[in-house]
């Protein structure tokens, strides 16, 4: 079973920034689609950001577009998300997400990911 482990959240002021990071037990990342999404409490989770194996295509929820940026090293099978401006709508646990199928796709719902982290809190302040 493949671990995936976030990183990186913390408790921010509005309009400061956090890069989160993911990794895994397994050098497997580096040939799926990676994503990452967030749950507030009480709501749904939702997705924020995601990209092909190779980096060519990204895809950014409205919400955080020219805001958030996703990236990632397939050298040292890390994925990254850049928070910048952030705002306290964003407070959520972000998780880390794995699509275990060679399509260069991004789907944006949850269940079309095999593999989650348990998450990283991040609280933004007003």
């Known amino acids: 079973q493949v671990q995936l482990v976030e990183s990186g959240g913390g408790l921010v002021q509005a309009g400061d920034s956090l890069r989160l990071s993911c990794t895994a037990s397994?050098?497997?990342?580096?040939?799926?689609?990676m994503a990452w999404f967030r749950q507030a409490p009480g709501k749904e989770r939702e997705f924020v950001a995601g990209i092909t194996w190779n980096a060519d295509r990204t895809n950014v929820a409205d919400a955080v577009k020219g805001r958030f940026t996703i990236s990632r090293d397939n050298t040292k099978d890390m994925v990254f998300l850049q928070m910048n401006s952030l705002k306290p709508e964003d407070t959520a646990v972000y998780y880390c997400?794995?699509?275990?199928?060679?399509?260069?796709?991004?789907?944006?719902?949850?269940?079309?990911?095999?593999?989650w982290g348990m998450g990283t809190q991040v609280t933004v302040s007003s």
């Open positions: 997400a794995l699509r275990r199928k060679l399509e260069d796709t991004i789907p944006t719902m949850a269940k079309e990911y095999d593999h």
């Open positions: 397994e050098r497997i990342l580096n040939i799926y689609t």
